[in-house]
């Protein structure tokens, strides 16, 4: 069923957004309004990986033939994301089917104009336009990307991965310029540390560079190998995604693709927290444990228990309290940084104490400060959070800092007693698909508004 015509809605994005994602609907009101204190009991479909779909996205430049993905998420980050590609020449068809948000993209008349600011800078993600567009065309110019305020995450790993690839990159005035006139060549490399973002940025340069290339102490998240079997799919030849040493023949030129985003293993994590915090059950269609890595077992440490069933993950607290444990976040298949927050939220309210040390992103920490607001006992020395559970928290008015953080603060807010307000929804409108429409629907006391109530 093709999509209607968009209504019309205030703020500076709306052309932007809307030619390039007639879907995008941003809710009314600028405030999250959640009354707690009830359980989450019904059904919360997971979306598509935001973290899969972004890079997927991006792959489909490097081909000019159609390129469709199905089971989109439709949250903000691919909206933006939407609105980049078509700045670029990118054609998007966008529908609703059976199985979700579906969108078909056609990247035959890209062009390779300098990026604008203006949407590059709300993102992380755009830097991987970088690779694909030096691939494809040759030549690419962009500022210095964006996105959550969560640590340094510098591009350098990506950029002296271009450059082993034989680009030339240029800084200037906050403007990466990157040319590669003659081609780009394959190559061997070593990332200093397995960065997601480099990873996937260096195999969408390859995948069209002459000759093999090498990319070791690559990163192993799921989604790396979400974005391998759809470049496979398009003809690309790629070996070893998935694990710390990544091979791809490049040179060879691409076709189109039919790929599935890969289930949100973030937003599965985050909801099963919901549901044990709540004392709730739900049932979380698309969800799958095996995607947790580290974080199932230390979940199901914690009281979250989750349960396999025809119709999905069935997830729910266990028979006693909650129980504090000692997390370290790190690259998968270790506990994942995104589900640092969401989980510090849930362990506010466990029996006894739990240390979480947090190793990928220096400033991720942003989000204490407002549990704190709501009677969390957290304390911090260095990189590791000390969380002593509560007995209760209660409403608070807060501001989310990050994508994460505003998980983690819906998390607390339908936990707690009392009226939490929530400022700074953008941040959760960017890595979730319509959370408080989905969470009121499984009997949360949880709405939108310009004013308090």
């Not at 709306?14 to 600028?30: E, K, M, Q």
């Not at 792959?59 to 439709?74: D, E, G, I, Q």
């Not at 000692?326 to 940084?337: E, Q, W």
């Not at 989310?400 to 607390?412: E, K, T």
Request: a neutral charge; hydrophobic letters at 45%; charged letters at 20%.
């Amino acid at each position: 069923m093709a999509l209607s015509t968009p209504r019309a809605y205030g703020g500076a994005m709306n052309a932007p957004l809307l030619a390039a994602v007639p879907w995008w609907r941003p809710a009314t009101g600028h405030r999250l309004l959640i009354h707690g204190g009830r359980p989450l009991v019904g059904t919360y479909p997971i979306s598509g990986a935001k973290n899969a779909a972004l890079p997927l996205m991006v792959s489909a430049l490097l081909t000019p033939h159609l390129v469709t993905l199905r089971n989109m998420p439709a949250n903000l980050d691919v909206a933006v994301l939407a609105a980049l590609l078509q700045r670029l020449g990118c054609e998007m068809h966008w529908s609703h089917t059976p199985s979700g948000l579906s969108v078909t993209i056609s990247a035959d008349r890209v062009k390779p104009r300098e990026i604008a600011q203006d949407l590059v800078t709300r993102m992380r993600a755009s830097v991987l336009l970088l690779g694909a567009l030096l691939a494809r065309c040759g030549e690419a110019s962009m500022p210095l990307p964006g996105g959550d305020a969560i640590g340094l995450r510098g591009v350098d790993y990506h950029l002296a991965g271009l450059r082993a690839l034989g680009a030339t990159v240029e800084l200037d005035d906050g403007m990466i310029h990157a040319t590669a006139p003659a081609g780009l060549r394959g190559t061997d490399i070593v990332l200093p540390r397995p960065s997601v973002g480099a990873t996937e940025n260096l195999m969408l340069a390859a995948v069209l560079a002459s000759g093999t290339t090498t990319i070791r102490n690559a990163a192993c998240e799921p989604e790396i190998a979400d974005m391998a079997a759809c470049l496979s799919a398009m003809g690309a030849s790629i070996s070893g995604a998935g694990t710390h040493e990544i091979a791809i023949a490049g040179g060879k030129p691409l076709g189109g693709a039919v790929h599935d985003v890969l289930p949100d293993r973030i937003e599965f994590g985050t909801l099963a927290c919901a549901a044990a915090i709540t004392d709730g059950e739900l049932l979380l269609p698309h969800g799958r444990i095996d995607l947790l890595g580290a974080a199932a077992p230390l979940l199901a440490a914690a009281g979250v228990m989750l349960e396999e069933s025809d119709a999905g993950i069935v997830a729910r607290r266990g028979r006693d309290d909650l129980q504090g444990i000692d997390v370290t976040t790190g690259p998968y298949p270790g506990f994942a940084t995104d589900l640092q927050a969401p989980t510090m939220a849930l362990l506010t309210r466990a029996s006894g104490a739990s240390a979480i040390t947090e190793t990928i992103f220096e400033q991720r920490f942003r989000h204490i400060d407002e549990l704190r607001r709501m009677g969390a006992n957290i304390s911090v020395v260095g990189r590791t959070a000390v969380v002593r559970g509560v007995e209760r928290l209660s409403g608070a008015a807060a501001t989310c800092g990050d994508v994460r953080a505003a998980a983690a603060l819906v998390i607390a807010g339908l936990s707690a007693s009392g009226r939490t307000i929530l400022d700074g929804l953008d941040h959760l409108d960017r890595g979730y698909d319509r959370m408080a429409e989905k969470l009121a629907a499984c009997g949360a006391d949880i709405v939108r508004g310009s004013e308090t109530r």
